[in-house]
Nanobody, 124 residues
């Protein structure tokens, strides 16, 4: 079983930065691909970024602005968000792939474990 707890959301002005953290309570964290998704009102849940042993993957809308990283010693994955825009406003969710040793993927159906979400609001 995997438990995920996000933190770091908040209110920021356009152009600002935030760093989200996701603490994973799992025995073999390093074996799992991790992802960030977001859900804005009136929209579908959207892939943001993923990281695994094979590398990283980003949505086109965040490339060059967001960076995903992980610290396996701390069982934590991060999402550094720079140059934030009002359209980045959403609830951000951390997710763990349901299968160990999977690659970084944007397929939501491959993620079997989800955090409770953290609100990010970007004002114009």
């Amino acid at each position: 079983q995997v438990q995920l707890v996000e933190s770091g959301g908040g209110l920021v002005q356009a152009g600002g930065s935030l760093r989200l953290s996701c603490a994973a309570f799992v025995r073999t964290f390093s074996n799992y691909a991790m992802g960030w998704f977001r859900h804005a009102p009136g929209k579908y849940r959207e892939f943001v970024a993923a990281i695994s042993w094979s590398g990283t993957k980003y949505a086109d809308s965040v490339k060059g602005r967001f960076t995903i990283s992980r610290d396996n010693a701390k069982n934590t994955v991060y999402l550094q968000m720079n140059s934030l825009k009002p359209e980045d406003t959403a609830v951000y969710y951390c997710a763990a792939n349901r299968y160990a040793y999977s690659g970084a993927t944007d397929r939501v159906d491959e993620y079997g474990y989800w955090g409770q979400g953290t609100q990010v609001t970007v004002s114009s």
